[in-house]
């Protein structure tokens, strides 16, 4: 197959709506006779309703009002578990819990009748952290608090130990991070018992919205109709939470009658939807004097908030990479999900692999210091090769050459010599530099046997001018999904990239691709738009009226000839899983995902003693497969270097009582132009069998190895020795001083 | 957005003197509004409780930057953009110009104005440290006359300051007595740009062979108002800064500012950078 | 409940074109231009004037649309995103944008291209520091800012290319 556009870096599909302000976001829409939505919200954090008094002075009369008893179907937001209502009916389990609903034409009035409801709640102690939870203080979920637990055993842990020579402990945590899309979530619905309901809205996953209102409403799929509206920004922040929004626009539009649009500020979106769930690592490493893994015990607990929603697959990836990219025979993760009175964490790109990972990369930093490698050395000695197994037993049958990825990384960061250059010239120094970096990876498409359950679709039709609509639920949100698409589908078919056009995502119009997580869209989605196209092709081989080596004009006759005699010019294709491919979900073990890629990246950082903030120059070096489109590619690297770099050090949430106290963005800190260093990309190709022209996902890996390749650098400038993130000035200035005993 | 915007009355009076007509006929009743950059802010969480607003954006009365030999003054409806392009103020008081770039963004810069920032009197203001070390002077009008007060000072508290409900700031005044003085200005804040302050210093000082003739040293963000740090002036006059009159100096300042644990920060951070920044100032007074 | 004001009349210049709107005194510019005036490329992103997305030109100068009371822009000449482009002929940064991948999700777009506008009007060749700070009013998330820069350098490039005597 040619590779016109593979590989090549085309104007993107979507770009020129983009510059010039004409993409539709869901509040650029609006209907004829639309209400304005809100929603009204509990101040408490747990506890039960005693009443809901509306105050005076608005005039009632002309509000929609909607509680749980308005709903239809079942008060619950089906996704996994269905412990979380829409809308709280009679307790109260965490803050900005959504009670009440209004709606009314005038925006301005809305507001103030948003004020003049009270939610009047009898108060019962509420928990706020993992310890609390383990403790059991209160229980709110099950007989323990645990969402979700894992046991992962390789080899045997507990033998292993008298054959360390070194046994290095360390606990690590990571807090709340707010994805701060900066378009804030909105929905509109239209709902009537006749014709069903049909939402428009800000989102990644149409499918999830489509499942989540089929229970809400008691009415058949094919009743729900979602569509996608150009969606300003996800990273998993629009995965589920936009089925809850989605559900409180249609129960407005189902009792109103008529259109409503429901907008978050920023203040709401920032208190009231997910984050990423913070995260308690505590490893226990058994190494032999000359740097070899024996053991490895692994805690990993992130808190799930006050409901389930999607902390078990969270924690799933959390688990399966709290080990890093190493070889060791005797490994045991023991991890879980549990429950406190925050409102539910949720997705965000990396989906507990950055907790994971942070954790690993700097312990693994702290075990190479006690058996005295560097800590490249102690890495080089147990890399993860070709013919050796994941702690969850996978076989890794590709040519993994992390050396090779380190030397690219320290040749393009010139770790070396810097490393050598700060060591001498620190001492004095106002400004502390420092280099670090981490080796890690990062599995792609959902694991175990999730793909296989999702069992994605993706149609092809083309018209009889020869244009080829692609037809799947995949969103584009910014990461180029259209032109990745109509790439592949170009070079697949051997016509010309224009020709390509992809459908919007709209559960009334296109099969359900699944959804836009997991770094699966351009490799599982991609490949099976590959499928699909190649099979077009073949349906018009195989007629006669096309042969293989074709021009774009033989093309487009083929396509008006076939219509035009046989009617509709369809291809449909449905996910296989790669053979060999195996997974237990009982033991969890095996194959958890398809493939990984693999990355180093070198962080290089200038502590300031004098005011303790950091950072300066980043290097990101990864093996993807195959790059589709350079300039999207390095976006994606780039874009998560970038969200990871707040994480390490600028975005707190600060909590008070369950509920984030600086949800602002003027107190909530997310990095400008001013505080990004440059990020150098460098990509390696290892083609991936089975994905498209050979590539792998790679939309969370950059979020996973910023934090500890920085918060390694400032070890390596101060010494100070920082297991948590955000490492924030306040957080460096206590451990410098700390160390220093005295006055900085 | 969290307004009921309806019930909002901006108005806009076609001169000074009717401004000041309606201040006095009914005080309390109407506040200035200029830049609009601090007041919409407040308006949109919801947070605005005053309904009634005269725009004075407008009144050329409050406009221009007039230099004498003796002074600079500044109208209250100088923007931070104007004052960052201004060639004297960047010669002879560039904290102030340092002050202006790194308030808010360029966007925030061509609208917020000097005067909205002194009377909306946050601790955390970047200008004020500059304009106390200045000795900078407010000028204040009303129906009743004009009234000019040194700026340190006018703030008594925590959003208190000494202006009558009737009255409206019209001017800002630097004596243009530092072209000799080193100057020192590092606003610390929660990001390299768009922050809201942690710690904010300025100092400006008189070296002469070495010793400190005269010094002024201001803070933001360590104390209910925007501080002059006199009992550390006083430690240093006539002294040079060895590392024992910086330590000194550093103690002396911990006992004047009372730093607090915020939304943003904590007391013993503000307490510690601040020690920093006098050391960083008074190190480089030394050289 | 709050007693009503009356709305004012607004008349002002929009992309070249005088608007005449009816507005309440502190009415957001950002909500006139968006409801009133249908020109919803400008975005709202956090109504705190902290993000850059409700960013416009008003007499020339970047402001944020959303801390602009309507009494304010009464008179004034504004340009918005819809009137970067000259009908289908898109400016240098926008062609810039294009071809950089400065634009990945697009929410910021508007504003972005509007303060690199600002930018290159205030600094025709602005050094790597100018760029940051021109730029620092305007927040991304998905992009890491790196290829907005390089659209701006591209536009200051493909800019000083079309001037007389560069050819």
Same mark, same amino acid.
């Given at each position: ?744 | ?287 | ?73 009464? %008179? /004034?000449? *504004? ?6 482009? +000259?009908?289908?002929?898109? =400016?240098? !940064? ?16 508007? %504003? /972005?291209? *509007? ?6 009007? +205030?600094?025709?060749?602005? =050094?790597? !520091? ?38």
């Amino acid at each position: 197959m040619e590779e016109k556009y593979f590989g090549h870096s085309v104007l993107r599909k979507e770009g020129r709506e983009k510059v010039t302000g004409r993409a539709r976001y869901v509040d650029d829409l609006a209907f004829p006779e639309m209400l304005h939505g809100v929603t009204v919200r509990s101040s408490v954090a747990h506890g039960r309703i005693r009443d809901i008094p509306f105050g005076e002075g608005i005039p009632w009369g002309e509000f929609t009002v909607v509680t749980a008893a308005d709903i239809p179907g079942k008060n619950e937001i089906a996704l996994i578990e269905h412990d979380q209502p829409c809308l709280a009916a009679e307790f109260i389990n965490h803050p900005e819990e959504a009670v009440v609903l209004l709606a009314h034409a005038d925006r301005y009035l809305l507001e103030e009748a948003r004020r003049a409801v009270q939610i009047d709640v009898e108060p019962l102690p509420a928990i706020f952290s993992i310890e609390e939870s383990i403790a059991k203080r209160v229980v709110l979920y099950g007989k323990d608090n645990v969402f979700k637990e894992y046991h992962l055993e390789k080899g045997d842990v507990d033998a292993a130990w008298a054959r360390a020579d070194v046994i290095v402990e360390g606990e690590y945590r990571t807090g709340a991070q707010e994805q701060l899309y900066i378009e804030n979530q909105g929905m509109i619905a239209t709902a009537n018992p006749a014709d069903g309901v049909t939402i428009w809205g800000s989102l990644q996953c149409p499918y999830y919205i489509h499942k989540a209102l089929i229970t809400l409403f008691g009415l058949p799929g094919e009743k729900i109709r979602v569509i996608q509206a150009e969606t300003g920004g996800g990273f998993g922040g629009k995965e589920e939470y936009p089925s809850m929004i989605a559900g409180h626009a249609a129960l407005l539009a189902w009792k109103s009658g008529k259109p409503v649009k429901i907008i978050y500020d920023r203040a709401e979106d920032m208190v009231a939807t997910t984050k990423r769930h913070p995260s308690r690592t505590r490893h226990r490493t058994g190494v032999t004097r000359d740097g070899k893994l024996v053991a490895m015990d692994i805690d990993f607990v992130i808190d799930g908030g006050a409901y389930a929603t999607l902390s078990s697959v969270v924690l799933s990836r959390g688990t399966i990479h709290a080990a890093g990219p190493y070889f060791c025979p005797n490994v045991r993760v023991h991890s879980r999900a549990v429950a406190t009175n925050a409102p539910p964490h949720g997705a965000f790109r990396g989906f507990g692999a950055p907790q994971a990972i942070f954790a690993a990369e700097r312990h693994i930093d702290q075990v190479a210091l006690a058996v005295n490698l560097t800590p490249e050395e102690f890495r080089r000695r147990n890399f993860l090769h070709k013919g050796q197994t994941t702690i969850t037993g996978q076989l890794i049958n590709e040519d993994v050459n992390f050396d090779g990825l380190l030397d690219r990384a320290f040749r393009e960061s010139d770790y070396h010599a810097k490393r050598e250059r700060f060591a001498r010239e620190n001492p004095g120094e106002a400004v502390k530099r420092g280099i670090g970096f981490a080796s890690f990876m990062h599995g792609a498409g959902f694991t175990g046997s999730g793909e296989v359950y999702l069992a994605s679709v993706v149609e092809l039709e083309a018209t009889r001018e020869g244009i080829v609509r692609v037809l799947a639920a995949s969103t584009e949100i910014g990461q180029g999904t259209n032109t990745v698409f109509s790439q592949i589908a170009a070079d697949a078919l051997g016509i010309s990239y224009d020709r390509i056009e992809i459908a919007r995502p709209d559960t009334g119009a296109v099969p359900n691709s699944g959804p836009t997580v997991a770094s699966r869209t351009s490799m599982v989605v991609g490949h099976l738009v590959e499928t699909a196209a190649l099979g077009m092709k073949r349906t018009l081989v195989d007629s006669g009226l096309l042969c293989d080596a074709c021009t774009e004009d033989e093309f487009v006759r083929a396509c008006k000839r076939y219509i035009d005699t046989r009617g509709p010019l369809r291809s449909r294709t449905q996910y296989e899983p790669p053979p060999g491919l195996f997974w237990d979900d009982k033991k969890y073990s095996g194959d958890a995902y398809g493939t990984y890629a693999w990355a180093v990246y070198v962080a290089e950082v200038a502590v300031d003693t004098v005011t303790f903030e950091a950072l300066t120059d980043f290097v990101a070096v990864q093996e993807i497969g195959k790059v589709i489109h350079p300039v999207l590619a390095a976006g994606q690297i780039e874009g998560g270097v970038a969200q990871a770099i707040g994480m390490s050090l600028y975005e707190n949430v600060v909590w008070r009582e369950g509920r984030m106290a600086n949800g602002q963005m003027t107190n909530y800190i997310m990095p400008t132009a001013a505080d990004i260093p440059p990020i150098r990309v460098f990509f390696e190709e290892q083609p991936y069998p089975f994905g498209p022209h050979g590539a792998k996902g790679i939309g969370e890996l950059p979020m996973d190895g910023p934090a500890p390749a920085i918060i390694n650098a400032i070890e390596n400038a101060t010494g100070i020795c920082v297991r948590e993130i955000p490492a924030t000035p306040e957080v460096l200035m206590e451990a410098l001083t700390a160390k220093a005993g005295a006055l900085v | 957005m969290r307004a009921y915007i309806p019930a909002y009355d901006l108005r806009v009076p076609g001169s000074l003197s009717e401004t000041l007509a309606l201040l006095s006929r009914e005080p309390g009743v109407w506040q200035p509004f200029a830049g609009g950059t601090d007041l919409m802010v407040l308006l949109e969480a919801g947070k605005l409780s005053h309904k009634r607003y005269l725009s004075v954006a407008k009144l050329e009365d409050l406009r221009g930057i007039d230099v004498t030999t003796a002074d600079v003054t500044l109208g209250a409806l100088t923007t931070y953009s104007e004052i960052q392009n201004h060639r004297l103020l960047q010669k002879e008081f560039p904290l102030l110009c340092t002050a202006a770039r790194e308030t808010g963004s360029i966007a925030t810069q061509n609208r917020g104005t000097l005067g909205g920032n002194i009377v909306n009197a946050s601790p955390a203001a970047d200008s004020p440290p500059a304009l106390l070390v200045y000795d900078a002077e407010i000028e204040l009008i009303s129906a009743r006359g004009v009234r000019w007060l040194p700026y340190h000072g006018f703030h008594t508290g925590y959003k208190k300051m000494q202006i009558a409900p009737d009255e409206l700031l019209r001017a800002v005044r630097l004596p243009r007595r530092v072209k000799k003085w080193r100057q020192y200005y590092r606003k610390v804040g929660t990001r390299r740009a768009q922050a809201i302050s942690k710690v904010c210093f300025a100092g400006a000082a008189l070296v002469e062979k070495g010793t400190i003739r005269d010094v002024r040293i201001a803070l933001g963000s360590v104390a209910p108002i925007v501080l002059r740090a006199v009992k550390t002036e006083d430690a240093l006059f006539g002294k040079k800064a060895t590392p024992t009159i910086i330590a000194a100096a550093r103690e002396t300042l911990a006992q004047e500012i009372a730093p607090i644990d915020d939304i943003r920060s904590t007391a013993r951070y503000r307490l510690r950078v601040a020690q920093n920044l006098l050391e960083e100032f008074l190190s480089q007074l030394a050289k | 409940m709050s007693e009503s004001v009356s709305r004012i009349n607004i008349a002002c210049r929009v992309n070249g074109a005088p608007r005449r709107v009816q507005a309440y005194p502190m009415a957001r510019l950002l909500d006139v231009l968006r409801e009133e005036m249908h020109l919803t490329g400008t975005k709202e992103g956090c109504g705190e004037g902290e993000c850059g997305a409700c960013a416009v030109l008003m007499n020339g100068a970047i402001v944020n649309s959303c801390l602009v009371p309507a009494v304010e822009a009464d %008179g /004034m000449d *504004i340009r918005t995103i819809e009137g970067i482009a +000259r009908g289908e002929q898109l =400016s240098a !940064v926008q062609e810039a944008f294009l071809e950089c991948g400065g634009a990945q999700c697009g929410i910021c777009t508007p %504003g /972005m291209v *509007i303060a690199s506008v600002a930018l290159l009007e +205030r600094h025709p060749h602005p =050094s790597d !520091v100018e760029i940051r700070e021109g730029l620092a009013g305007n927040l991304c998330r998905c992009t890491g800012y790196q290829k907005i820069f390089a659209s701006v350098v591209r536009a200051c490039e493909a800019t000083s290319d079309k001037r007389p005597g560069k050819q």
